[in-house]
Each structure stands twice: as structure tokens, then as C-alpha cells.
């Protein structure tokens, strides 16, 4: 143990050990790219045009599974895709699955969900960030700068009944 309590590995534990409660634990185990991919349709004759102005479409997605129930071990996946287009074509596609595994261990249903939905994604995105900058500019195009993304509202904003649904009447 170290001076504030938590064990050198880094992890965080909340909660006596000794206690008859499940103990609050969140490590990350391994950070990883698990797929990514590059595609542009456009080259070279794209490279030859000096009037070509990108529009950027960006799509961010969570998805995880549980790997170790026992251990409270998950894989979470952030899922960023890049279309660049110009008028209408697609310049560049560029993909990342960024993957981490961790653990994840709380009492509370809803307080797991906000570690997988805000706080993991919110770990692999600088990562994401950074591969997808990697593939863009080796890909021959400028550097590409993903913006940061607030995973916290998109989660509230997820849970948030949907108003545009009809009242039901019976």
C-alpha cells in the first residue's frame, strides 16, 4: 500500500477492505488499438486540385462487453470514424476501434454504467485522437485534430426520456 491507502499498481479502492460490501475498484489494464483502417477513394486526382475544401462527418460509439465476470473485467471499445468529403465525394475514411480492458467493480448498477459510458471512452480518446491524426496525415492530407468529445452529456443526454415519442391514451 502506498501513503493515501491505494495499492502501487495505481489502481483506486474505495471502501474498508474488510467490510462486507463490494469494494469500489476501477483499473485500467491495457490500453490497444484493436482495429483501424484508411480508406481514400479520391487519390491521387484529389492531390492535383488546389480548390478542394473538406467537410468533416464524425461519428464517435461505445461498445463493451464484460471478458471476466468474477474479476469485473470489461472491454470497452470507442469506436471514431472520419469521412472527409469534398461537394459530394469521399475524399478520406478513416476508422479506429481504440480498446482498453479494465476493471470495473461498484455497487451500484448506474454507477458502473457512467465508468463504462463517460470514464473509460474518456481514457481511449486521446489515443483514438492520435491514431486517427496518424492515419490522416500518412494518408498524404493534413493534420486532423478530433475535437474533444463530452461523454458525460452524451450519457445524460442518453438517459433523458425521448420527448418527440406520442403520449400513449387508452
Known amino acids: ?7 502501487p499498481d495505481g489502481s483506486v479502492q474505495a471502501g474498508p477492505p474488510s467490510s462486507g460490501k463490494s469494494a469500489t475498484r476501477f483499473d485500467t489494464i491495457k490500453v490497444y488499438l484493436k482495429d483501424a483502417s484508411f480508406e481514400a ?4 486526382k484529389i492531390f ?3 480548390d478542394v475544401k473538406l467537410a468533416h462527418d464524425i461519428q464517435i460509439a461505445i461498445d463493451y462487453h464484460l471478458v471476466d465476470k468474477t474479476n469485473h473485467i470489461s472491454e470497452i471499445i470507442l469506436k471514431a470514424t472520419v469521412t472527409a468529403a469534398h461537394e459530394d465525394t469521399t475524399v478520406y475514411l478513416a476508422e479506429v476501434h481504440q480498446a482498453g480492458v479494465f476493471r470495473i467493480q461498484h455497487p451500484d448498477a448506474n454507477t458502473r454504467q457512467i465508468m463504462i459510458e463517460v470514464a473509460c471512452p474518456g481514457i481511449l480518446l486521446p489515443f483514438a485522437r492520435e491514431e486517427l491524426n496518424n492515419l490522416v496525415t500518412k494518408g498524404g492530407f493534413g493534420a486532423f485534430l478530433l475535437a474533444p468529445v463530452n461523454f458525460e452529456s452524451l450519457y445524460r443526454s442518453k ?7 406520442p403520449a400513449q391514451t387508452h
Do not use: A, H, I, L
Open 1 to 7: 500500500m502506498t501513503d493515501n491507502g491505494n495499492p
Open 41 to 44: 477513394p479520391s487519390t491521387p
Open 48 to 50: 492535383t486540385r488546389s
Open 159 to 165: 438517459q433523458q426520456p425521448k420527448d418527440s415519442e
